[in-house]
């Protein structure tokens, strides 16, 4: 089964408008911790964003914030307000204590493109 | 603000050939990675290595690969007898703690071409 799951291979949004990328996750470990990176045409991977498994409040980082909603395992990337410079393929991981806590677990991505 | 250097940035070789990739985890930092991701697919753990040994490594990484910490600041993935199906982004990752919250900082990559 896959860890981690993003279901929208491309999504096409407006400069300006706020944008959803989804991303539900699996796992039986109660400690967890789920990421953001953004990888732009350059190739570098960007941290954006963490939100851990125990954390009572959304994470938010500038115009990034994270709608975690855990009984559902999701964790859902917005941003507000976009730009053409969002446009880039977007990734979401997750970290298990279970499994050591060091390696990172990808989904496939969303590769987002701002539209002028 | 410190970053993770691979080096080259692209390479290229034949078939068969061995290869060593290169990479300047941050200065601070304990955790090393390696991860790999094929053109337009997801990004996949390959190995991680902490004090001078391997603490986990993926079903990809078998006896062809291999990694190394030779002199204290460089930090390096080499694969014995390159595939054609090696080709792929190899990136390098440090973090100064394997706590959950820790983040990965990523190297630019470098980008294998096996010919």
């Known amino acids: 089964a896959q860890k981690i799951t993003q279901t929208q291979p491309g999504m096409f949004v407006q400069e300006k408008e706020a944008v959803t990328l989804d991303c539900t996750y699996d796992?039986?470990?109660?400690?967890?911790?789920l990421f953001w990176y953004k990888q732009p045409s350059s190739g570098e991977m960007i941290f954006l964003i963490y939100?851990?498994?125990?954390?009572?409040q959304n994470a938010t980082e500038g115009r990034y914030s994270l709608n975690f909603q855990k009984a559902r395992k999701s964790a859902n990337l917005v941003i507000s307000a976009s730009q053409l410079g969002d446009s880039a393929m977007y990734f979401c991981?997750?970290?298990?204590?279970?499994?050591?806590?060091?390696?990172?677990?990808f989904g496939q991505g969303t590769r987002l493109t701002i539209n002028p | 603000e410190p970053e993770v250097t691979q080096t080259p940035s692209h390479q290229v070789t034949q078939m068969g050939q061995e290869v060593i990739l290169r990479c300047v985890p941050i200065?601070?930092?304990?955790?090393f990675y390696w991860y790999r991701q094929i053109l337009g697919q997801k990004v996949e753990f390959l190995v991680s290595f902490y004090n001078n040994e391997i603490s986990e490594k993926s079903e990809i990484f078998d006896d062809q690969f291999s990694v190394e910490r030779p002199d204290g600041s460089n930090f390096t993935l080499k694969i014995r007898s390159t595939k054609l199906e090696d080709s792929a982004m190899y990136f390098c990752?440090?973090?100064?703690?394997?706590?959950?919250?820790?983040?990965?900082?990523f190297g630019q990559g470098t980008r294998l071409t096996v010919v």
């Open positions: 991981a997750m970290r298990e204590l279970i499994q050591g806590a060091q390696k990172l677990v």
């Open positions: 796992t039986s470990d109660p400690s967890y911790g």
């Open positions: 990752a440090s973090s100064p703690t394997d706590t959950l919250n820790t983040e990965a900082f």
């Open positions: 939100q851990g498994s125990y954390d009572q």
């Open positions: 200065s601070n930092h304990l955790y």
